[in-house]
């Protein structure tokens, strides 16, 4: 593969990773500026990534059919436009909309990127080296996205933090449309009813727990389990239901999920511990992240050879063990503590999710047939981005207002109590359900 196409296609899939959290640290000074509350915080985050999560896997299955060079360059567009747009937003409500336009473009640009590196790279060795370069370069988006917003914010506000997508994106386009060939298309429908249910049973599920309404709650249910008996009967399944039949892969994606909703949920809560409480700049906030985001990158090379070498359940369990023993770490937190106090928790988290990423993703797709392993990894990877969607919503609600030090500082102390206790129940489902041993075709992709 060349270069040139690597990096152009690393660089639209870094986009997309970055937007998950370089908002984070300019949340307290956007919603200053813009008169936002804690909810319309939330979704300012959530805004991307429930529709992100939504449309994953049918941007995936829109780009096999469809062909994904043009699905990939309208990715860029929408994505490069709504960065504008939330750039130059005057409202929450304008900000909330242009960020949910983002998540429609990220989701037609993430599964394109990874499909185009498949299809372009047929020898073997060649793919592993290009899917490695792409798996590294996801993995560096984490720690990037709160030390170049705390750099942005305090250098020129919040609204770089998404206008500087915007020549990123335009280079990205440009240069997608010369280097990337038309690929074979699969014949097949797109399944609008279940993206439709999909993204209904999460926007509704999210709101129901921002808002704190019942109604939304139904709503969701019922959308989540129309979902289910349309993907049951329709011929061409935007989610394949099979694979959640093998205990092990029904059993990686549902730790993978406890994953990320507890990871983006305590880094939404952090930074606004950081800033809120603690009085930390931007800046110093992004930095004083780096102990959780840094040991995720660090350890993930460890993690895959730990894992090809003993199987996926001791890095799992023990990356679940150390990420829980982190979260308890929070019971110590107070109005009156400083940072050191915290360090700890962003330590424990960190290190447990850099042993986490890899073999949880092993794990999802060693059960799938070689020919579906893609699947298993899409399936694992959509579960990952609904469910950090949810932690967003849940640990913003259960921490309550910054503002109000005490209620939140107390809002933390139950969220390390439960954000422990699922990784614990995850920890023991891991040892009943992931296997002692790795299979060779499987490949980890962070994110």
């Known amino acids: 593969m060349r270069p040139a196409l690597l990096i152009t296609l690393c660089t ?15 949340l307290p000074t956007l919603g200053e500026q813009l008169h936002a509350g804690l909810t319309a915080l939330q979704w300012v985050v959530d805004g991307y990534s429930v529709v992100l999560a939504a449309l994953l ?17 309208t990715g860029l567009a929408v994505f490069g ?7 130059f937003a005057q409202s929450a409500s304008w900000l909330i909309a242009a960020r949910a336009v983002q998540g429609i473009g990220a989701a037609l640009l993430l599964p394109g990127t990874l499909a185009v590196i498949n299809q372009q790279c047929p020898d073997p060795s060649t793919r592993a080296r290009a899917l490695g370069i792409w798996a590294g370069v996801s993995a560096l988006a984490l720690p990037a996205g709160p030390l170049l917003g705390g750099v942005l914010v305090s250098l020129a506000g919040w609204r770089p933090v998404f206008l500087l997508n915007v020549p990123i994106v335009v280079a990205a386009a440009l240069a997608g449309r010369k280097l990337v ?13 279940g993206a439709t249910t ?45 694979l959640l039949k093998s205990r092990r892969t029904a059993g990686a994606t549902t730790i993978s999920a406890a994953m990320n909703f507890v990871g983006l949920g305590a880094v939404l809560v952090f930074t606004l511990y ?8 931007p800046l110093d906030a992004g930095l004083a992240l780096l102990p959780l985001f840094l040991p995720l990158v660090l350890l993930g090379p460890f993690s895959g050879r730990l894992t090809a070498k003993l199987g996926s359940r001791p890095p799992i369990i023990a990356g679940l063990l150390l990420g829980a023993a982190g979260l308890s770490a929070l019971l110590r937190v107070d109005t009156a503590t400083t940072y050191p106090t915290l360090l700890p928790a962003l330590l424990g988290l960190g ?16 059960d799938a047939p070689p020919e579906r392993a893609g699947i298993a990894g899409g399936v694992n990877n959509a579960a990952r981005q609904a469910a950090g969607a949810l932690g967003v919503a849940v640990f913003g609600a259960v921490a309550e207002d910054p503002a109000n030090h005490p209620a939140f500082v107390h809002g933390l102390h139950t969220l390390g109590v439960i954000a422990a206790a699922l990784w614990l129940a995850a920890a023991a ?16 992709r962070p994110g």
Not at 186 to 193: A, E, S, V
């Open 198 to 242: 999909a993204a209904l049973a999460l926007g509704a599920g999210v709101y129901a727990v921002i808002g704190r309404q019942p109604v939304a709650a139904v709503i969701a249910v019922t959308a989540a389990a129309t979902f289910v008996v349309v993907e049951h009967r329709s011929a061409d399944p935007m989610l394949s239901l099979g």
């Open 181 to 193: 060939q038309p690929g074979a298309r699969t014949p097949g429908r797109i399944d609008l009813p």
């Open 351 to 366: 290190a447990g999710m850099g042993l986490l990423t890899a073999a949880v993703v092993t794990a999802a797709v060693t």
């Open 57 to 73: 896997l049918a941007g995936g299955a829109l780009g096999d059919v469809l062909g994904h060079r043009g699905v990939v360059l």
């Open 429 to 444: 489902l891991a040892a009943v359900t992931t296997g002692p041993r790795a299979t060779a075709n499987a490949v980890a």
């Open 274 to 281: 950081l800033q809120s409480v603690l009085h930390l700049k």
């Open 81 to 87: 436009v709504a960065s504008a747009a939330c750039g």
């Open 12 to 26: 639209g899939m870094f986009l997309v990773q970055l937007d998950v959290t370089v908002v984070n640290v300019a």
